[in-house]
């Protein structure tokens, strides 16, 4: 909202104080100013000139040689405005002067020399009208520098609306005048407003309302015999620099008591609309809004109806055909206050925001109905003084905000606020605002003015922020709290998350990356999976991102696919949310999942799927010191998995996630060449897990003996029935056993040989090579039992 | 004898030099020092001397014996010294300008931005929590006073999901729950990751992350929650930071602040990064409103506190001068692995 300080010196004397400073503490205490313009500045050396004399110029057609009298001199100019004439009386920009910018120099125009320049009002600044010439008043004297008759020159300064949100009383000049005048510590003037009461014997202007819910107040008064149209320079000019086209006096004047008071106002032609009727149509209608569009109104939005016909969509805009025209002699003026929640949601169904509807959503004062129709009458009175008021103010007042009091002592304002601020100044403060204050020592009771009291000011703590923000924030002493210390536990899943990022950035060079919430169904069909989950949003701003994701690893997929050509091998991971499914009472299943994918195009499958197990262990041992299991699973449960390769993930009883070849279908889309290998954990259930402590078991001071047996066997036998072999067997002084290697010679056909190491070692003495040959034995017989040729290395 | 002597050192000095290798070196020792050499042939001669003859001939053999060890000991040790310098020779000299990948992997820079953060607040007994990112209407309007038809409804375009819940637009929506998980008093951040339905641009982006803060006691004062800003932000900028407050709304706090730091690259006198006005709007604050505690659970009268929320993604942005906040959720690779572990 644009700002003019001209207009608030209307209300508040700014003589003496630094207009920048005091906007700047304004952005500190009211509202932020986004930018400060000093207009008319670039104005100089303009005055009234009157035109004594006009020719032709012999070579132009548009052009004409003009003798104007400058008050100091009569000087020879070149014009090619249309609408020049001799004897009217001009802005006239003498030589030296300056014109936006523009030096105003002596100079040859078509051959013949210039001394000046008549202005147009955009040439000024103060319309955007380059038509023609701006024609000044004929009383106006010769020779007087314009800025002395005119508002040529002020600050305007724009506050970010949004910040504006919660204080409809800040809509209009007189409301920021007051903060102003608050901040300046100078007193607020009155608006001066026509007493009403004479009009109380005249008829009054029949007003219903059909919808009690939506309308709060609806005053009204008619006048006629307007014979002024246009609206004099200086308002024009204050409209025009807050943003808005002068229109006609009546209109313009409804504009201007918005600007200045914040209350819309609507004129009606009277011939058209005399009576009114506030509600509903109970089925869509189309209406034509003064702005020339047909637009399809919702039963639920608010009407502003005359004899039945509608003639304007409350608080939002009026209708075409009973706007002031021309012609308009006599008009009815609407000053109303509607429901503030009703107007917003019918402007977005109509798509149609305007100066009027921005207000009234913020939640108006309804007080201000009829002080801004004795402020337009006050107005119009001195603009037009032959109009006759034909109606009494006509006044319905449905719905009123109930009065608030606030009682606080000046020790909550202490513990609130930290510092020491006196009861003098808290008294100052709020009286200032137009809060009535009733002070006992260091008790307050407090009454809330009206413009404060429609939502903006309601407890305590509103009345903390109208003191602190008049005190000033930059004046306040800063401290740090008082309390009492005692150790913060840390969430489990919060530590896991980021033990878990650590081990896979540092020790598998794992890149961590972000993927979106929902499935992008585009780019998952290009590796030939589709979107998968449980909740849709509704309000998407395209099919293809609607559905939640229930699993991490597609969205990696992609980003993998994205990345291929990034190196020849790397892994990226992602700790995201999914949403899993729906439970009982219809909410989304949450779950917390890691997903990492192993990319590699110079790493054989099976050695990225041991580096994928790895990992895995690698949390499994140095997480929680325990093992996890693992299972092949007899098919795909991701689309995703190849189906042979598809590994389940658990802890005793619980299902940890998955791990797998990705589908070669998919892999062939992302790279041909290349092996990818996706782990997916449920990082809710991995944080469940407790940590078992290690218990600690001094290494032997025995030297220790080593057996390499070779178990020759069927292909298919799993590593894991050699594990459960040794499981089995429980031998004594067996201290560990590992995998040394497998090896598949061609022509073995569909057999393999295992070799795997033993490790025996007694705490108490060194081993008899006899009895470690019996162990050894053992080992060997059990191996032949399973169906394997043992080979003691 | 004597002469024999003579003849046999004569030998061994013109033999020795041409040795130049251990195996000659080491046939020279067998020829002299053997059970068959020469001078243990000489020594074998000695029986035949008389007795005054055979010492001084074994006096002078056993010197010639000394020397002869000695000789070969050193020349051992040299032609050693000799071989392993040329080992070293043949080695290979490696070039360490050669690049070497670190086997390091990245973290996100919103998970850098996020730890320093929670270190700053844990240094201060902050709790750290984490929250879910779909909630719903009543956790993130309702329970922050928003109530409905509330213009901050219309304010924040929420994504509204087809069974009825919100996908979080603020980590605000986490404090209902962790107030009430923690009662008062309490000190405790939450970071997350917040969604709004809005077009994406170089500059706006639908998901992005944010971290919230609270503090609830008993005397719990704007002066205080100054203080705290203030110190965090000179911690996360590295250097002392100079705040302001201006009023600011939001429903959950009253009263509301907007803070904005005097700008880190000029200082305040204008630039590029601050369009020239000096300052920074950086994080919303507030004192937090008597209707989000009293939701909570907690007693209003008793209890006041703060509550601040921090763009961690527009943090990220401000430290690494990332431009594009299309950067982050973008997967790229050449571009995330530019931020490192810290």
């Given at each position: 909202?644009k700002?003019?300080?001209?207009?608030?010196?209307?209300?508040?004397?700014?003589?003496?104080?630094?207009?920048?400073?005091?906007?700047?503490k304004f952005?500190?205490?009211?509202?932020?100013?986004?930018?400060?313009?000093?207009v008319g500045?670039?104005?100089?050396?303009?005055?009234?000139?009157k035109?004594?004399?006009?020719?032709?110029?012999?070579?132009?057609?548009?052009?004409?040689?003009l003798?104007?009298?400058?008050?100091?001199?009569?000087?020879?100019?070149?014009?090619?405005?249309?609408?020049?004439?001799?004897?009217?009386?001009?802005?006239?920009?003498?030589?030296?002067?300056?014109?936006?910018?523009?030096?105003?120099?002596?100079?040859?125009?078509?051959?013949?020399?210039?001394?000046?320049?008549?202005?147009?009002?955009?040439?000024?600044?103060?319309?955007?009208?380059?038509?023609?010439?701006?024609?000044?008043?004929?009383?106006s004297?010769?020779?007087?520098?314009?800025?002395?008759?005119?508002?040529?020159?002020?600050?305007?300064?724009?506050?970010?609306?949004?910040?504006?949100?919660?204080?409809?009383?800040?809509?209009?000049?007189?409301?920021?005048?007051?903060?102003?005048?608050?901040?300046?510590?100078?007193?607020?003037?009155e608006?001066?407003?026509?007493?009403?009461?004479?009009?109380?014997?005249?008829?009054a202007?029949?007003?219903?309302?059909?919808?009690?819910?939506?309308?709060?107040?609806?005053?009204?008064?008619?006048?006629?015999?307007?014979?002024?149209?246009i609206?004099?320079?200086?308002m024009?000019?204050?409209?025009?620099?807050?943003?808005?086209?002068?229109?006609?006096?009546?209109?313009?004047?409804?504009?201007?008591?918005?600007?200045?008071?914040?209350?819309?106002?609507?004129?009606?032609?009277?011939?058209?609309?005399?009576?009114?009727?506030?509600?509903?149509?109970?089925?869509?209608?189309?209406?034509?809004?003064?702005d020339?569009?047909?637009?399809?109104?919702?039963?639920?939005?608010?009407?502003?109806?005359?004899?039945?016909?509608?003639?304007?969509?409350?608080?939002?805009?009026?209708?075409?055909?009973?706007?002031?025209?021309?012609?308009?002699?006599s008009?009815?003026?609407?000053?109303?206050?509607f429901?503030?929640?009703?107007?917003?949601?019918?402007?977005?169904?109509?798509?149609?925001?305007?100066d009027?509807?921005?207000?009234?959503?913020?939640?108006?004062d309804?007080?201000?109905?009829?002080?801004?129709?004795?402020?337009?009458?006050s107005?119009?009175?001195?603009?037009?003084?032959?109009?006759?008021?034909?109606?009494?103010?006509?006044?319905?007042?449905?719905?009123?905000?109930?009065?608030?009091?606030?009682?606080?002592?000046?020790?909550?304002?202490?513990?609130y606020?930290?510092?020491?601020?006196?009861?003098?100044q808290?008294?100052?403060?709020?009286?200032?605002?137009?809060?009535?204050?009733?002070?006992?020592?260091?008790?307050?009771?407090?009454?809330?003015?009206?413009?404060?009291?429609?939502?903006?000011?309601?407890?305590?703590?509103?009345?903390?922020?109208?003191?602190?923000?008049?005190?000033?924030?930059?004046?306040?002493?800063i401290q740090?709290?008082?309390?009492?210390?005692?150790?913060?536990?840390?969430?489990?899943?919060?530590?896991?998350?980021?033990?878990?990022?650590?081990?896979?950035?540092?020790?598998?060079?794992?890149?961590?990356?972000?993927?979106?919430?929902?499935?992008?169904?585009?780019?998952?069909?290009?590796?030939?999976?589709?979107?998968?989950?449980?909740?849709?949003?509704?309000?998407?701003?395209?099919?293809?991102?609607?559905?939640?994701?229930?699993?991490?690893?597609?969205?990696?997929?992609?980003?993998?696919?994205?990345?291929?050509?990034?190196?020849?091998?790397?892994?990226?991971?992602?700790?995201?949310?999914?949403?899993?499914?729906?439970?009982?009472?219809?909410?989304?299943?949450?779950?917390?999942?890691?997903?990492?994918?192993?990319?590699?195009?110079?790493?054989?499958?099976?050695?990225?799927?041991?580096?994928?197990?790895?990992?895995?262990?690698?949390i499994?041992?140095?997480?929680?010191?325990?093992?996890?299991?693992?299972?092949?699973?007899?098919?795909?449960?991701?689309?995703?998995?190849h189906?042979?390769?598809?590994?389940?993930?658990?802890?005793?009883?619980?299902?940890?996630?998955?791990m797998?070849?990705?589908?070669?279908?998919?892999?062939?889309?992302?790279?041909?060449?290349?092996?990818?290998?996706?782990?997916?954990?449920?990082?809710?259930?991995?944080?469940?897990?407790?940590?078992?402590?290690?218990?600690?078991?001094?290494?032997?001071?025995?030297?220790?003996?080593?057996?390499?047996?070779?178990?020759?066997?069927a292909?298919?036998?799993?590593?894991?029935?050699?594990?459960?072999?040794?499981?089995?067997?429980?031998?004594p002084?067996?201290e560990?056993?590992?995998?040394?290697?497998?090896?598949?010679?061609?022509?073995?056909?569909?057999?393999?040989?295992?070799?795997?190491?033993?490790?025996?070692?007694?705490?108490?003495?060194?081993?008899?090579?006899?009895?470690?040959?019996?162990?050894?034995?053992?080992?060997?017989?059990a191996?032949?039992?399973?169906?394997?040729?043992?080979?003691?290395? | 004898?004597?002469?024999?002597?003579?003849?046999?050192?004569?030998?061994?000095?013109?033999?020795?030099?041409?040795?130049?290798?251990?195996?000659?070196?080491?046939?020279?020792?067998?020829?002299?020092?053997?059970?068959?050499?020469?001078?243990?042939?000489?020594?074998?001669?000695?029986?035949?001397?008389?007795?005054?003859?055979?010492?001084?001939?074994g006096?002078?053999?056993?010197?010639?014996?000394?020397q002869?060890?000695?000789?070969?000991?050193?020349?051992?040790?040299?032609?050693?010294?000799?071989?392993?310098?040329?080992?070293?020779?043949?080695?290979?000299?490696?070039?360490?300008?050669?690049?070497?990948?670190?086997?390091?992997?990245?973290?996100?820079?919103?998970?850098?931005?996020?730890?320093?953060?929670?270190?700053?607040?844990?240094?201060?007994?902050?709790?750290?929590?984490?929250?879910?990112?779909?909630?719903?209407?009543?956790?993130?309007?309702?329970?922050?006073?928003?109530?409905?038809?509330?213009?901050a409804?219309?304010?924040?375009?929420?994504?509204?999901?087809?069974?009825?819940?919100?996908?979080?637009?603020?980590?605000?929506?986490?404090?209902?729950?962790?107030?009430?998980?923690?009662?008062?008093?309490?000190?405790?951040?939450?970071?997350?990751?917040?969604?709004?339905?809005?077009?994406?641009?170089?500059?706006?982006?639908?998901?992005?992350?944010?971290?919230?803060?609270?503090?609830?006691?008993?005397?719990?004062?704007?002066?205080?929650?100054?203080?705290?800003?203030?110190?965090?932000?000179?911690?996360?900028?590295?250097?002392?930071?100079?705040?302001?407050?201006?009023?600011?709304?939001?429903?959950?706090?009253?009263?509301?602040?907007?803070?904005d730091?005097?700008?880190?690259?000029?200082?305040?006198?204008?630039?590029?990064?601050?369009?020239?006005?000096?300052?920074?709007?950086?994080?919303?604050?507030?004192?937090?409103?008597?209707?989000?505690?009293?939701?909570?659970?907690?007693?209003?009268?008793?209890?006041?506190?703060?509550?601040?929320?921090?763009?961690?993604?527009?943090?990220?942005?401000?430290?690494?001068?990332i431009?594009?906040?299309?950067?982050?959720?973008?997967?790229?690779?050449?571009?995330?692995?530019?931020?490192?572990?810290?």
């Amino acid at each position: 909202m644009k700002l003019s300080i001209n207009w608030i010196r209307d209300f508040v004397n700014l003589d003496g104080i630094e207009i920048d400073t005091l906007i700047q503490k304004f952005t500190l205490a009211t509202a932020e100013v986004e930018e400060i313009q000093h207009v008319g500045r670039d104005i100089q050396n303009v005055v009234v000139g009157k035109i004594v004399s006009m020719e032709k110029h012999p070579n132009s057609k548009k052009l004409h040689l003009l003798k104007v009298d400058g008050g100091d001199a009569i000087y020879d100019v070149v014009c090619g405005a249309p609408n020049v004439a001799v004897g009217i009386k001009v802005p006239f920009a003498k030589e030296g002067g300056q014109v936006g910018g523009m030096k105003i120099e002596r100079r040859p125009v078509a051959g013949y020399e210039s001394c000046g320049m008549c202005c147009s009002e955009k040439e000024i600044g103060i319309s955007d009208d380059h038509s023609g010439l701006m024609i000044l008043p004929e009383d106006s004297p010769v020779g007087t520098d314009i800025k002395k008759l005119y508002e040529i020159e002020d600050t305007i300064f724009e506050v970010d609306n949004k910040s504006l949100t919660n204080r409809p009383d800040l809509w209009g000049h007189y409301g920021i005048a007051r903060e102003i005048a608050a901040l300046a510590g100078r007193p607020l003037q009155e608006v001066q407003k026509v007493d009403t009461g004479a009009y109380e014997s005249l008829p009054a202007v029949p007003i219903a309302a059909e919808n009690q819910e939506h309308l709060l107040r609806y005053s009204a008064m008619a006048v006629e015999n307007i014979s002024v149209k246009i609206s004099p320079v200086n308002m024009r000019i204050r409209l025009y620099r807050c943003g808005m086209r002068a229109i006609n006096l009546l209109a313009d004047l409804t504009n201007y008591i918005m600007l200045e008071m914040g209350q819309p106002m609507h004129a009606f032609d009277y011939q058209r609309v005399s009576q009114i009727e506030v509600g509903n149509f109970p089925q869509s209608i189309q209406f034509e809004t003064l702005d020339g569009k047909v637009r399809e109104v919702h039963p639920e939005t608010l009407m502003i109806k005359s004899k039945g016909t509608p003639v304007a969509i409350a608080g939002i805009m009026g209708g075409y055909e009973s706007e002031i025209t021309e012609e308009t002699t006599s008009f009815l003026l609407e000053s109303a206050n509607f429901d503030a929640v009703n107007v917003r949601k019918s402007s977005s169904y109509l798509g149609l925001r305007t100066d009027a509807s921005m207000r009234y959503e913020k939640t108006l004062d309804p007080e201000m109905t009829i002080p801004a129709i004795q402020r337009y009458l006050s107005l119009l009175f001195s603009i037009d003084p032959g109009v006759r008021v034909i109606s009494s103010l006509s006044d319905l007042y449905i719905r009123r905000y109930p009065k608030i009091q606030i009682e606080f002592d000046k020790a909550y304002v202490d513990r609130y606020t930290g510092i020491d601020i006196s009861v003098g100044q808290i008294e100052d403060t709020l009286t200032r605002l137009g809060f009535g204050v009733e002070r006992r020592g260091d008790a307050f009771t407090v009454q809330v003015p009206s413009w404060r009291a429609t939502k903006d000011v309601s407890i305590k703590a509103d009345i903390i922020e109208e003191i602190t923000r008049i005190y000033g924030y930059d004046n306040f002493a800063i401290q740090t709290a008082t309390c009492a210390v005692a150790p913060m536990a840390r969430e489990p899943r919060k530590v896991l998350i980021d033990e878990l990022k650590t081990l896979l950035a540092l020790s598998y060079g794992s890149h961590e990356v972000h993927t979106y919430l929902w499935n992008d169904a585009r780019k998952l069909k290009e590796i030939g999976l589709e979107a998968e989950g449980f909740v849709r949003l509704k309000n998407s701003v395209s099919p293809d991102i609607d559905l939640l994701r229930c699993d991490l690893t597609p969205a990696l997929l992609c980003t993998v696919e994205k990345n291929r050509s990034y190196a020849p091998e790397f892994s990226i991971f992602e700790i995201g949310s999914v949403v899993a499914g729906i439970d009982k009472e219809g909410l989304a299943k949450e779950e917390r999942r890691l997903s990492v994918v192993f990319y590699g195009r110079r790493t054989e499958e099976e050695a990225l799927l041991m580096k994928a197990k790895g990992f895995v262990e690698g949390i499994a041992s140095a997480f929680y010191n325990e093992k996890f299991s693992y299972y092949s699973m007899t098919e795909a449960p991701k689309p995703w998995m190849h189906p042979y390769n598809a590994f389940q993930i658990s802890f005793g009883q619980t299902l940890l996630g998955l791990m797998g070849i990705v589908h070669p279908q998919v892999t062939d889309k992302i790279d041909k060449k290349a092996s990818i290998i996706a782990v997916e954990l449920n990082v809710d259930e991995l944080s469940k897990i407790a940590k078992m402590l290690p218990q600690y078991r001094e290494p032997s001071k025995f030297p220790s003996v080593t057996a390499d047996l070779s178990y020759l066997i069927a292909s298919e036998v799993p590593y894991s029935a050699f594990q459960s072999m040794v499981e089995t067997l429980a031998l004594p002084f067996l201290e560990s056993y590992e995998l040394v290697g497998i090896y598949q010679d061609p022509a073995w056909k569909k057999q393999k040989s295992v070799t795997i190491r033993f490790v025996f070692c007694s705490q108490e003495r060194t081993l008899e090579s006899e009895e470690v040959q019996a162990l050894v034995n053992r080992l060997i017989e059990a191996g032949e039992k399973m169906g394997a040729q043992v080979k003691d290395n | 004898m004597k002469d024999k002597i003579e003849q046999v050192k004569a030998r061994f000095q013109e033999e020795m030099q041409s040795i130049c290798g251990t195996e000659e070196l080491e046939k020279i020792r067998v020829a002299y020092l053997g059970k068959k050499g020469l001078i243990t042939d000489l020594m074998k001669n000695l029986k035949d001397l008389n007795a005054d003859a055979k010492r001084e001939a074994g006096q002078q053999i056993n010197q010639l014996k000394q020397q002869v060890s000695e000789f070969i000991a050193a020349k051992s040790s040299e032609l050693e010294a000799a071989l392993a310098q040329a080992r070293l020779q043949q080695d290979t000299r490696y070039d360490i300008s050669l690049p070497a990948k670190p086997v390091t992997g990245t973290l996100h820079p919103i998970t850098i931005v996020q730890r320093e953060l929670e270190d700053i607040f844990r240094s201060m007994g902050f709790a750290v929590e984490d929250f879910k990112e779909v909630v719903t209407e009543y956790d993130n309007f309702e329970a922050v006073n928003i109530p409905k038809y509330h213009p901050a409804r219309d304010m924040q375009d929420t994504y509204y999901l087809d069974n009825g819940q919100v996908l979080k637009t603020h980590t605000s929506a986490a404090q209902n729950t962790i107030l009430r998980k923690y009662g008062a008093p309490c000190r405790a951040i939450f970071p997350g990751r917040c969604f709004r339905n809005e077009a994406i641009d170089a500059s706006h982006e639908n998901t992005f992350f944010q971290m919230e803060g609270i503090m609830v006691g008993e005397d719990i004062s704007i002066s205080n929650l100054i203080y705290f800003m203030k110190t965090m932000l000179s911690e996360v900028f590295q250097k002392d930071i100079t705040v302001r407050l201006r009023p600011g709304f939001f429903p959950f706090v009253e009263p509301g602040f907007e803070l904005d730091i005097q700008c880190h690259v000029c200082g305040g006198t204008g630039c590029p990064t601050c369009k020239q006005g000096g300052w920074i709007e950086l994080c919303p604050c507030g004192m937090i409103h008597p209707n989000v505690l009293t939701m909570a659970g907690i007693d209003s009268e008793k209890y006041t506190g703060f509550a601040f929320g921090l763009g961690l993604t527009r943090l990220a942005m401000m430290k690494f001068g990332i431009r594009d906040i299309r950067v982050f959720n973008s997967g790229n690779l050449k571009s995330l692995e530019q931020f490192t572990i810290q």
